[in-house]
């Protein structure tokens, strides 16, 4: 199983980015998926989850109202639209993929993960 992480950058205080995640040997449709993040010297943090229909999302109070996470399930690709970024938002993101079909928010919870994109946002 191997999932991918893409679509960072570089971008200005105020702009957007769309980060996806796809997967091979994984149907990632039958499995909750989260993002989370990490930014250099800190511990991987919770950004926002799915389950395996979509209907159910949870995010961090932190990108709450800025951020969007949705699912193609026939494209088996989760997306992470990252709008009004802030220079706070500036990590390594990544995906991973659950153990079930329902959304979690602990990192142990998660059974694979991406590689990380670095999404760099200026001030």
């Known amino acids: 199983v191997q999932l991918q992480a893409f679509g960072g950058g570089l971008v200005q205080a105020g702009g957007s980015l769309r980060l996806s995640c796809a997967a091979s040997?994984?149907?990632?449709?039958?499995?909750?998926t989260g993002w989370f993040r990490q930014a250099p010297g800190k511990a991987r943090e919770f950004v926002a989850a799915?389950?395996?229909?979509?209907?159910?999302?949870v995010y961090a109070e932190s990108v709450k109202g800025r951020f969007t996470i949705s699912r193609d399930n026939t494209k088996n690709t989760v997306y992470l639209q990252m709008n009004s970024l802030k220079p706070e938002d500036t990590a390594v993101y990544f995906c991973?993929?659950?153990?079930?079909?329902?959304?979690?928010?602990?990192?142990?919870?998660?059974?694979?993960w991406g590689q990380g994109t670095q999404v760099t946002v200026s001030s």
């Open positions: 991973a993929s659950g153990q079930d079909g329902v959304f979690r928010l602990l990192r142990g919870e998660y059974a694979y």
């Open positions: 799915i389950n395996w229909s979509g209907d159910n999302i």
């Open positions: 040997g994984r149907t990632l449709s039958t499995y909750g």
